[in-house]
């Protein structure tokens, strides 16, 4: 089974300064997807970034990328020019490529982020 | 504004009282998803709909039964439910169920039993 570790439940950052939150995973599979959800005290899971293991490019979305290192199987978060918004719970998933469990995300206990002015 | 709709927001009840929780979209997604999340725990998959069909029940108890009437609703049939079954539920669709398209998440519903 796979599991996905992020070891920092805590996380604090200044307003316009970056930020990276880590993310390791197990799997002995070779095709699978990651991807970081942000969750804001308003509940809802909204997905952040999201990269193919089959690809050797790091994934960006404007303010945030990330460091994919598929032999090490670390998977961080980075946040650039941080925003009082990007304050939230950031869940690191990992997906199987596996057609018998595809549909299952496995999280990662999360990191809560707080942003300072 | 999220595109999958979960109502009600928040659910007080009682241990013999039935209630459903309802979830709906409208993407034209045919894959759907029940989550429940315990306070500082990530989501925990519950079922899975694929086509309207069940694919998936992470074993979860009879007390909790899911129904697919249509490809854009979801319901989650709560009956004789404990206090441990308090927690944010939370429903999610994707256009299939292949691992390269991504969940979109509703706010869920804040469950509280009594």
Same mark, same amino acid.
């Given at each position: 089974?796979?599991?996905?570790?992020?070891?920092?439940?805590?996380?604090?950052?200044?307003?316009?300064?970056?930020?990276?939150?880590?993310?390791?995973?197990?799997?002995?599979?070779?095709?699978?997807?990651?991807?970081?959800?942000?969750?804001?005290?308003?509940?809802?899971?909204?997905?952040?970034?999201?990269?193919?293991?089959?690809?050797?490019?790091?994934?960006?979305?404007?303010?945030?990328?990330?460091?994919?290192?598929?032999?090490?199987?670390?998977?961080?978060?980075?946040?650039?020019?941080?925003?009082?918004?990007?304050?939230?719970?950031?869940?690191?998933?990992?997906?199987?490529?596996?057609?018998?469990?595809?549909?299952?995300?496995?999280?990662?206990?999360?990191?809560?982020?707080?942003?300072?002015? | 504004?999220?595109?999958?709709? @979960?109502?009600?927001? &928040?659910?007080? !009840?009682?241990?013999?009282?039935? #209630?459903?929780? $309802?979830?709906? @979209?409208?993407?034209? &997604?045919?894959? !759907?998803?029940?989550?429940?999340? #315990?306070?500082? $725990?990530?989501?925990?998959?519950?079922?899975?709909?694929?086509?309207?069909?069940?694919?998936?029940?992470?074993?979860?108890?009879?007390?909790?039964?899911?129904?697919?009437?249509?490809?854009?609703?979801?319901?989650?049939?709560?009956?004789?439910?404990?206090?441990?079954?308090?927690?944010?539920?939370?429903?999610?669709?994707?256009?299939?169920?292949?691992?390269?398209?991504?969940?979109?998440?509703?706010?869920?519903?804040?469950?509280?039993?009594?």
């Amino acid at each position: 089974a796979q599991t996905v570790t992020q070891s920092q439940p805590e996380m604090s950052v200044q307003e316009a300064e970056t930020v990276t939150l880590s993310c390791t995973y197990d799997t002995s599979e070779s095709d699978y997807y990651l991807f970081w959800y942000k969750q804001p005290p308003s509940r809802q899971m909204i997905l952040v970034i999201r990269q193919e293991a089959y690809k050797q490019q790091n994934a960006t979305e404007n303010r945030f990328s990330v460091n994919f290192q598929k032999a090490a199987k670390s998977f961080s978060l980075k946040i650039s020019d941080s925003q009082l918004g990007d304050a939230a719970m950031y869940f690191c998933a990992y997906r199987s490529e596996n057609t018998g469990t595809a549909s299952k995300l496995t999280f990662g206990t999360g990191t809560r982020l707080q942003v300072t002015l | 504004d999220t595109e999958v709709t @979960q109502t009600p927001k &928040h659910l007080v !009840m009682g241990m013999t009282n039935k #209630k459903s929780l $309802k979830c709906e @979209q409208h993407m034209g &997604h045919r894959a !759907m998803y029940w989550y429940k999340q #315990k306070a500082k $725990k990530p989501p925990e998959l519950m079922f899975v709909y694929s086509y309207e069909k069940l694919s998936i029940n992470e074993s979860v108890p009879s007390r909790f039964s899911p129904e697919c009437p249509n490809s854009s609703l979801l319901n989650l049939h709560l009956h004789a439910l404990q206090p441990e079954d308090s927690a944010l539920y939370l429903c999610a669709s994707s256009q299939g169920a292949r691992v390269n398209q991504p969940q979109h998440f509703g706010d869920g519903t804040r469950l509280s039993i009594l």
